[in-house]
């Protein structure tokens, strides 16, 4: 007991110990010879608060939550819970947390929440057998995301097995979510195969976008295929773009035939044709160009010769201006000479494209 007592009153000195040094270079009076901690004014508010908590024989975890709740600077609370969690030693986590889950404040979440984090990146399945015992609150939820997130970088399965086999309920479709956007930055296919979990919604959709974003980035030829098999015709239209995007760095000729040919026009394939020319032209602006130039005369060649001239123009603004000269007469040379001129005049610089062969 006197151990726990020492330890705790160690951890409220760390946790004061800048507070207190702010305040050490002031009066330690006022001008009527009152004692300073008398006026509310004249110490931080978290030692005032943690003076209270003592004067009521209130508990050691109870001050520590105090003293940082009553910290408004975010940057000083911030560095106040930090200094807390590396006082916790490794054996004390459960009692620590233990204590903390008793507690249903702003701050004791904010605390409990970053030990559980170091205990499941130290020991995932302890901390999440802590966690699932937990009465359903804002603690428990903080817990079981952060218990998902640490064992996803260290046991993928494992934490998959575990969040599986958790009651069917919203817990486990945010900790399924939570899983899988872990997993998608490493194993995509395993993040959609989560995915395919849950019901759907619109946050489980959007899961699917991302993680199918993640596997054309490193296998077009694979996850495009899979996003044209989806049923729902929504859907699908958005995983098809998002396979298309993803893969225009590395193959912009194929992404952008993957756009136009599996893309019905409108919104979703004028958002995917600008963002596939947006990535196409950092490295192959005239090969993109030449697509434009062949694409309908739509909106969204518009928007994407828009996007093209402007990055061009600031790579090689005298190629640009070759390649618009060398146009025939019409929109779409009228719509770059515009886009080109803009794209000058942000720059600072003046160039002229000369009239086409046979005059405007």
Not at 35 to 62: M, N, Y
Not at 192 to 199: D, K, V
Not at 262 to 277: F, H, P, T
Request: proline fraction near 6%; charged fraction near 20%; hydrophobic fraction near 45%.
């Amino acid at each position: 007991m006197k151990t726990n007592i020492a330890l705790g009153l160690v951890m409220v000195c760390l946790v004061l110990a800048p507070v207190l040094r702010r305040v050490g270079d002031r009066p330690q009076s006022l001008p009527d010879g009152r004692p300073a901690l008398a006026e509310s004014h004249s110490v931080p508010k978290a030692a005032l608060a943690a003076l209270r908590i003592t004067q009521h024989g209130q508990s050691l975890h109870a001050l520590l939550v105090g003293a940082i709740e009553a910290e408004t600077d975010p940057d000083r609370r911030n560095e106040a819970i930090e200094r807390v969690v590396e006082s916790v030693s490794d054996g004390g986590l459960p009692a620590t947390l233990d204590s903390l889950s008793r507690d249903a404040g702003d701050g004791a979440v904010e605390l409990g929440q970053r030990l559980v984090r170091r205990w499941a990146e130290k020991n995932a399945s302890a901390a999440a057998a802590w966690a699932s015992q937990l009465p359903e609150g804002a603690l428990r939820r903080a817990a079981l995301e952060q218990v998902t997130i640490a064992w996803a970088n260290t046991d993928l399965p494992a934490a998959a097995g575990w969040v599986l086999a958790l009651p069917a309920d919203d817990e486990k479709q945010a900790a399924t979510l939570d899983l899988a956007y872990e997993a998608a930055r490493a194993e995509p296919v395993a993040a959609l195969e989560l995915a395919g979990t849950l019901p759907p919604t619109p946050e489980r959709d959007d899961l699917l976008v991302h993680a199918l974003s993640q596997w054309s980035g490193t296998d077009p030829s694979a996850a495009a295929p899979w996003a044209g098999k989806v049923l729902d015709p929504v859907l699908q239209q958005r995983l098809v773009a998002a396979a298309a995007v993803a893969s225009a760095e590395q193959d912009g000729a194929g992404a952008a035939t993957l756009a136009a040919s599996a893309l019905d026009a409108g919104d979703e394939q004028g958002r995917a044709v600008v963002s596939i020319v947006q990535r196409w032209a950092q490295n192959s602006p005239q090969a993109a160009a030449s697509w434009v130039s062949a694409f309908p005369d739509t909106p969204s060649r518009d928007a994407a010769l828009q996007n093209l001239l402007t990055i061009w123009t600031a790579q090689n603004a005298q190629q640009a201006g070759n390649w618009l000269r060398d146009l025939p007469a019409g929109p779409l040379r009228d719509a770059g000479v515009s886009a080109y001129d803009q794209a000058l005049a942000e720059s600072g610089r003046t160039l002229t494209v000369a009239a086409p062969a046979g005059g405007m």
